[in-house]
């Protein structure tokens, strides 16, 4: 069967594994958090933190350096601070741009990494987004004497759970089917999604959560409205989406190419979902052209059925429409893309010929 081609991601890294690891062994000399799931990275921190540096020796043992820059001789006389009243030091160096080889003694900086005092623990962490260059020599070197941990939005049953136990934190109960709602509504990240359940179990009337107590007051993401405007595109309501569409580009968060990319990944996740098979070999299929399912696989009934309102050959045209969209914005500038994108739907919708 032909396979629908996606964007590369790496693989969902179970929390739950890393800690156990950080746990069984005492800390090593320098580590590096990085990922999307900034909640988790906080936490697995946390267990850290308290394993370097008992509470009460905070002042005592424990340096933090802000980035970008860092100077060096700072970083090694906090390395070689030695333990007060306690048997580590912990220093903790975040959003240092490691990338920027450049503006450091690359050699120096990977033997001070590889010469960490048995005393001592290094953590960088880098913010959502940053991706270390694994090219270089001090990200090498870290990941030769540390560990790199890099957290990631969680399976979308291990979500769901957390989501639930959430709920009865704040005294509600929340059914499952319930939960996934709010994941598709809010998305995977934690830190994303706890002040919307605060918001919606301070709403809801009854101690039961309902889809409709999240669709009354959680904040919708963009991608869940492009979502719900192609599936109107599929459904034959036009003004609908036309209305999404209006909507979404009234958020001056969010670029016009920003969300064509959107558009065109919700295209090529449909014609995915048409070509997979039925049953659990479809959610197989999707799951290796789209590993980022993996933390939203509650998606993918959704994307089996909106996939149904559509044929092959009209999500195939789709996806080159969308192509030649982006070439279009690529070659106008900026000014005009909120109308090529509009442009872009009304062809979208023009496209009926797949009965």
Request: net charge negative.
């Amino acid at each position: 069967m032909a396979k629908a081609a996606g964007r590369k991601r790496e693989e969902t890294v179970s929390y739950t594994e890393l800690v156990g690891a950080l746990r069984a062994a005492p800390p090593a000399r320098v580590y590096m958090l990085r990922g999307d799931e900034d909640y988790l990275r906080d936490q697995y921190l946390g267990v850290l933190r308290s394993m370097c540096v008992p509470e009460g020796l905070d002042s005592f043992n424990y340096r933090r350096i802000n980035g970008p820059k860092v100077d060096m001789r700072e970083l090694s006389g906090a390395l070689e601070a030695m333990p007060f009243m306690g048997e580590r030091t912990l220093v903790e160096v975040r959003d240092f741009d490691i990338n920027r080889t450049s503006d450091y003694d690359g050699q120096a900086f990977a033997d001070l990494l590889a010469d960490i005092p048995e005393w001592a623990t290094l953590v960088f962490i880098f913010a959502p987004g940053y991706t270390p260059d694994g090219r270089l020599g001090p990200v090498r070197a870290i990941r030769k004497n540390g560990v790199d941990a890099q957290f990631t939005p969680q399976e979308g049953a291990q979500l769901v759970r957390w989501v639930v136990n959430h709920f009865r934190q704040e005294g509600k109960e929340c059914p499952s089917d319930a939960a996934a709602h709010l994941l598709y509504v809010c998305g995977s990240l934690m830190n994303t999604l706890l002040p919307e359940i605060s918001k919606v179990a301070g709403a809801a009337k009854d101690g039961r959560i309902t889809k409709q107590d999240i669709d009354a007051v959680a904040e919708r993401r963009p991608d869940t409205k492009v979502y719900e405007m192609t599936d109107m595109l599929g459904r034959r309501q036009y003004d609908r989406a036309a209305r999404m569409l209006a909507e979404l580009l009234d958020d001056k968060s969010q670029s016009a190419s920003g969300l064509l990319y959107m558009i065109s990944e919700q295209m090529r996740q449909l014609y995915c979902a048409r070509l997979a098979p039925r049953g659990p070999e479809g959610r197989a299929y999707m799951l290796e052209c789209f590993p980022e399912l993996s933390s939203r696989s509650f998606l993918i009934p959704k994307l089996m059925e909106a996939a149904g309102n559509f044929s092959t050959e009209r999500l195939a045209r789709a996806i080159a429409l969308c192509a030649e969209c982006e070439f279009s914005m690529r070659d106008g500038g900026t000014a005009g893309d909120a109308e090529r994108l509009g442009e872009l739907l009304v062809r979208l919708a023009m496209d009926r010929n797949d009965v």
